[in-house]
Each structure stands twice: as structure tokens, then as C-alpha cells.
């Protein structure tokens, strides 16, 4: 069991900038999830996939995000035009079909947006 | 929006004593989470408790419930250095959706 992965862990970019992260849930983890955290402050929702389908987002998932999941495993968001306001922490997590209330979170890619 | 608020915001401690947070919520849950996050990582799964139960046991760790006054208390018992972290309740209010609290900042003094 490798744990779930996401890369890059730390991305500088220039405001404006379109940035993409991809996250690898565990194997046989049906359930992806991707949470923005700010410093001082816990995780907050931003959208769900159930294998390939995106099946709740947040409110706090402007246009400028987008979420895919093609083949029901790697996921990736995308921030287009970034804002200095977008610097936080991305958060990727999963659940297994069995066990879809706890979450295995990956360590997560940082954001800095000059 | 934040669903749960953690108290205290920040704690510190000698090791060896007992850490206690609490956590308020706003809505009505199917179950309640606790989580560790150590600095710049992600976070750690630490224990579940259901809304019909009202407390639960593990390890060092003990959860209380109280779903009528919508609160939830962690306990740490015999603290040691390596539970320095940041902890997070989280709620689980239906449709996978989980919302995560403030976080209590818990340092262990060795």
C-alpha cells in the first residue's frame, strides 16, 4: 500500500498562470476527494468523484477550476488563471467502497501564486 | 464555510499529562471524525465515531459525542512529544461530503 500521492508537493507560479495537480488515490479507492486548506485553517471541500464521476462540487470551485477523473483512478485539477488568493494547500484524498466514511489523505501540493 | 469549532485554538503541554479538545457543530451528522495533521502534511485518520454512539476508545485516544448539545471532545491520554500536531474534528453530515473544523494546535513540551 503506497499511500496516495500527489504531485508536484510545491508549485511557485506568476499570477495568471494556468497550474494543473494530479493526485493517485490507493489502488481500489473508488472514492476521490480534493480540499483546499489555508494556513491557520482546515480543509474545505471543493469536489468528489465515485470512480470517473464528479458528483458534488463546491461553491468554492469557481469556473476557473476544473476536476477530472477519466479512467477512475489519477485525478487532476486545474486552476486557470491563478489568483494570489489561490495559494493554499491542495488536498487529495480517497475511500475504499467498504469504508467510504474514512478518507487516507496524500501529503498534499502547495501553492504559491506571485 | 467551517462546520466545527474547535477549542482550545492552541494548547500546550508537558508530556505525560492529558490533552483534551473539543469540537462544536452546527448541523445534524451521520458521524464524526478526528483528525491529526503534523506541520505542512497531510492529514491522518484517527478515529470515527457514529452518531448513535456516544463514546469510543483508542488506544491513548478516547471520543465523546454529544449529539444534543452537537459537540465532540477528544482526549490524549499520557501525551508524548510525537503527538505534536495540529487536530481536526471533521463531520460527515451525508454525501461523502466531510466538513473540517478550525483544528486545535497541540504541542507536547518533552
Known amino acids: 500500500d503506497t499511500g496516495v500521492s500527489q504531485d508536484p508537493r510545491h508549485k511557485i507560479t506568476k499570477r495568471g498562470q494556468n497550474v494543473t495537480f494530479r493526485c493517485d488515490p490507493i489502488s481500489e479507492h473508488n472514492r476521490l476527494y480534493w480540499y483546499r486548506q489555508t494556513l491557520g485553517q482546515g480543509p474545505e471541500f471543493l469536489t468528489y468523484?465515485?470512480?470517473?464521476?464528479?458528483?458534488?462540487k463546491s461553491r468554492l470551485l469557481s469556473d476557473r477550476f476544473s476536476a477530472e477523473r477519466p479512467k477512475g483512478s489519477f485525478s487532476t485539477l486545474e486552476i486557470q488563471r491563478t489568483e494570489q488568493g489561490d495559494s493554499a494547500m491542495y488536498l487529495c484524498a480517497s475511500s475504499p467502497p467498504r469504508s467510504a466514511d474514512t478518507q487516507y489523505f496524500g501529503p498534499g501540493t502547495r501553492l504559491t501564486v506571485l | 464555510s467551517q462546520q466545527g469549532e474547535e477549542d482550545p485554538q492552541a494548547l500546550s503541554i508537558q508530556e505525560g499529562e492529558n490533552a483534551t479538545m473539543n469540537c462544536s457543530y452546527k448541523?445534524?451528522?451521520?458521524?464524526l471524525q478526528w483528525y491529526r495533521q503534523n506541520s505542512g502534511r497531510g492529514l491522518v485518520h484517527l478515529i470515527l465515531i457514529r452518531s448513535n454512539e456516544r463514546e469510543k476508545h483508542s488506544g491513548r485516544l478516547r471520543v465523546t459525542l454529544d449529539t444534543s448539545k452537537k459537540s465532540s471532545s477528544l482526549l490524549i491520554t499520557a501525551s508524548r512529544a510525537a503527538d505534536t500536531a495540529s487536530y481536526f474534528c471533521a463531520t460527515d453530515g451525508g454525501y461523502q461530503k466531510v466538513t473540517f473544523g478550525t483544528g486545535t494546535k497541540l504541542q507536547v513540551i518533552p
Open positions: 448541523t445534524s451528522i451521520n458521524n
Open positions: 468523484f465515485q470512480n470517473e464521476a464528479q458528483l458534488e
